[in-house]
């Protein structure tokens, strides 16, 4: 398996006027994503990879995107022996996989992406 951007998360401070955005200047499909609604939560279908708009945890937040691996685990134990650093640890979304969020030499933040539908 070679690593590939699987995912995008975009911030927002107003999810419905991020949603509206994106509509429509790229025509996306952004729908409530199932069980997130009372958070506001978006899901992007592109027609490629697919992403998320979430309300921003703090400012300055930037657009995150998830790079596919076959071990959340094996990849960030490779960013951080690599000079980078674990932000935030292997972490479980339920019936759909793990991820981690990682940052690179340069401060980058980028996600990990495991697929696991038994992720509880």
């Given amino acids: ?3 590939t951007i ?15 955005f994106y509509k429509k200047v790229f ?4 729908e409530p994503f199932p069980g997130m609604e009372q958070a506001g939560t978006f ?12 309300l921003r945890s703090h400012t300055g937040e930037p657009i995150t995107v998830f790079i596919g691996v076959s071990s959340v685990d094996d990849y ?8 980078g650093r674990i932000v935030i640890q292997k972490t479980a979304v339920p ?11 340069e401060q980058n ?3 990990l992406w495991e697929d696991d539908p038994r992720a509880g």
């Fill in 1 to 3: 398996m070679i690593p």
């Fill in 76 to 83: 960030a134990t490779r960013a951080a022996g690599s000079g």
């Fill in 43 to 54: 899901e992007i279908s592109t027609g490629g990879i697919g992403g998320e708009i979430l």
């Fill in 109 to 111: 933040r980028f996600g």
């Fill in 6 to 20: 699987t995912w995008f998360n975009i911030p927002a401070d107003d999810t419905g006027r991020a949603r509206a």
């Fill in 95 to 105: 019936g759909r996989g793990y991820f981690a969020i990682c940052e690179d030499t």
């Fill in 27 to 30: 025509a996306w499909n952004v």
